[in-house]
């Protein structure tokens, strides 16, 4: 079982939509949680860390639900600068295993005019 | 501030040739950290280093070989190039090496590298 599990996706949604993407992942003793955005053929960078009691930024609300190990993403009233693949990450330290991010595979969003 | 630096952009290599992909950052970062890109997979973790001369494995760390000499270059190796190594690489580096920390990860640009 993959340690961070996502929407396949991908997601077409028109301009000025709602958005939700959902993740999961499966160390119980995960400490740390990103949303990070990637454009095609470019390097990811971070949208949002993730807190227990939920954040939001501008057009962008973050969830962590710790007793279900589950993690969503809402986009509000989508731009066309938007489209991009969004990453969930989770910090699952193991052991010696210090630090150590897992990505899941992406969601895709197109949104159109 | 040129953040995460990676050479080079492209590359095309012979199976069997070897090569280093070089990454350095200008931001003191302790925590560095080499990453593969392929389709339908997320990011998987190759090598990682918490500090200059300290290096561990990732998850996909056959066939690559690291080294930290200085805080500032995360060199990634590959020793005899595969087809199975075609893929986008990417560096990364934070401040801290504990990412519960909150500490922001800084990616290069990347390095398409394809095998043939």
């Known amino acids: 079982r993959k340690e961070v599990e996502q929407d396949p996706g991908p997601f077409n949604v028109p301009e000025g939509a709602t958005v939700a993407f959902n993740c999961t992942y499966s160390n119980s003793a995960s400490q740390s949680f990103f949303w990070y955005r990637q454009d095609c053929r470019k390097e990811p960078k971070l949208l949002m860390s993730?807190?227990?009691s939920g954040n939001e930024d501008g057009r962008f609300t973050a969830q962590l639900n710790r007793a279900s190990q589950y993690i969503s993403l809402l986009i509000r009233d989508s731009k066309l600068s938007d489209s991009a693949t969004y990453l969930c990450v989770v910090n699952a330290e193991r052991g010696s295993t210090l630090g150590r991010l897992y990505f899941g595979r992406g969601t895709q969003l197109t949104v159109w005019p | 501030n040129a953040g995460v630096t990676q050479t080079p952009k492209f590359q095309v290599l012979k199976t069997g040739q070897s090569m280093t992909l070089q990454c350095a950052q200008d931001m003191n970062h302790e925590y560095m950290s080499w990453y593969r890109q392929d389709p339908g997979m997320g990011l998987r973790l190759i090598h990682y280093?918490?500090?200059?001369?300290?290096?561990d494995q990732g998850e996909v760390p056959n066939g690559y070989n690291v080294s930290r000499s200085t805080t500032e270059d995360f060199p990634l190796r590959l020793l005899s190039a595969a087809p199975s190594q075609t893929s986008v690489y990417f560096c990364?580096?934070?401040?801290?090496?504990?990412?519960?920390?909150?500490?922001?990860?800084?990616f290069g640009e990347g390095s398409w590298l394809t095998v043939v």
């Open positions: 280093s918490v500090g200059a001369g300290i290096t």
């Open positions: 993730v807190y227990s």
């Open positions: 990364a580096s934070s401040y801290g090496w504990r990412q519960s920390s909150g500490n922001t990860i800084y």
